[in-house]
């Protein structure tokens, strides 16, 4: 069975990577990653905090705007419990490309275009095989308006890509007010691939102690539905490939992203949950079904339910709406 695909002008035996988790702090973990047979490592993200912290060398208040980024869970911690400053990063980078074959893709996360961005040099001379940037702007100034925002993050494009030369991916939430423009858009400004997507890890409020409290929740199946949704209406109007993270739990799912349009499995909270094995048996999954139902390759079904080609590509649009609010039932 062909599971080979492609993720930033890669070649891969398979899909399945592991997407920016702490998963990639631990050496051993990136052994059973590899062992059980991981396509790509995804380093967790380095936060535009953490560099510019450390290039001022100032008592930088890691707490504020903690909300804007997508792997926070609702504050920033401090510094001393952060495992990962800008220099280990870098000696991790070379440590797991040292003790892996297979491709090591580091990641950023910031939101303003500043010097922090030299750093994404430094992360490929260190040896990482691509770049995932990972944007996130949580909008709360009422005089910012959504194209001040957009046009300050494809600045952070440019500006990455302008400084390596390895691919880059950008990892988008779907928190825009035209999506597919911003990706098309976002292609043209020299983005190698889309994420889609990160997620906005919301906080609680503790009522009794009257604080706003840490709230972190993996992934479910029922993530997934968006990122079907967003894959299939892009997968014909970009030229870029698509890789999608969250929701991925099963080699049914993973069928799934590759219909609508993906060429790239990002997996987290599953291997979170169950060990780095499970990707092994989401791989077997994907395969047994591949047999079951005559697929030769993940290319012959990739995007075969995306926008342009579904039998129903109003099920995908607001008609679809009206029809799921009137066939409920109680």
């Known amino acids: ?64 705007g903690s909300e804007s980024f997508a792997e926070a869970t609702s504050y920033f911690a401090n510094i001393g419990d952060i495992r990962l400053g800008p220099d280990n990063y870098l000696d991790q980078i070379r440590k797991v490309k040292a003790a892996v074959k297979v491709p090591v893709v580091a990641s950023l996360n910031g939101v303003t275009a500043s010097g922090w961005l030299d750093f994404a040099r430094q992360i490929q001379q260190a040896g990482a095989d691509a770049l995932e940037l990972n944007l996130y702007t949580l909008a709360t100034d009422p005089l910012e308006t959504a194209e001040i925002v957009e046009r300050r993050e494809l600045e952070i494009i440019r500006t990455v890509k ?38 906005f890890y919301q906080p609680d409020l503790d009522i009794e102690a009257l604080e706003v409290a840490p709230s972190l929740s993996l992934s479910t199946n029922s993530t997934l539905r968006l990122r079907l949704r967003w894959l299939a ?38 291997l979170l949950m169950h060990g780095p094995e499970r990707l092994k048996g989401i791989r077997e999954e994907m395969v047994n079904w591949m047999e079951e139902h005559e697929y030769e ?34």
């Not at 290039?55 to 930088?60: E, R």
């Not at 579904?310 to 609010?325: H, I």
């Open 1 to 64: 069975m062909n599971l080979k695909t492609t993720y930033l002008g890669m070649q891969l035996e398979h899909p399945l990577m592991v997407g920016a988790c702490p998963l990639a702090n631990d050496m051993d973990m990136v052994r059973r990653l590899e062992d059980a047979g991981v396509a790509a490592i995804t380093m967790p993200s380095l936060f535009e905090e953490q560099i510019t912290r450390e290039q001022f060398g100032t008592l930088y208040d890691l707490e504020a």
């Open 162 to 199: 302008s400084s390596v030369s390895i691919p880059l991916a950008v990892k988008l939430s779907p928190f825009y007010t035209s999506l597919p423009h911003f990706v098309k858009v976002m292609e043209g400004a020299g983005a190698d691939a889309v994420v889609l997507f990160n997620r």
């Open 233 to 270: 209406v892009l997968h014909s109007h970009i030229g870029m490939e698509m890789t999608v993270s969250g929701g991925i739990h099963s080699g049914e799912a993973a069928i799934k992203a590759t219909m609508a349009g993906a060429t790239g499995i990002q997996m987290v909270s599953a």
């Open 297 to 330: 390759s993940l290319e012959q079904m990739r995007g075969s339910l995306s926008l342009t080609k579904c039998p129903n590509p109003q099920a995908f649009e607001r008609s679809n709406y009206m029809r799921v609010l009137a066939g409920w039932k109680a």
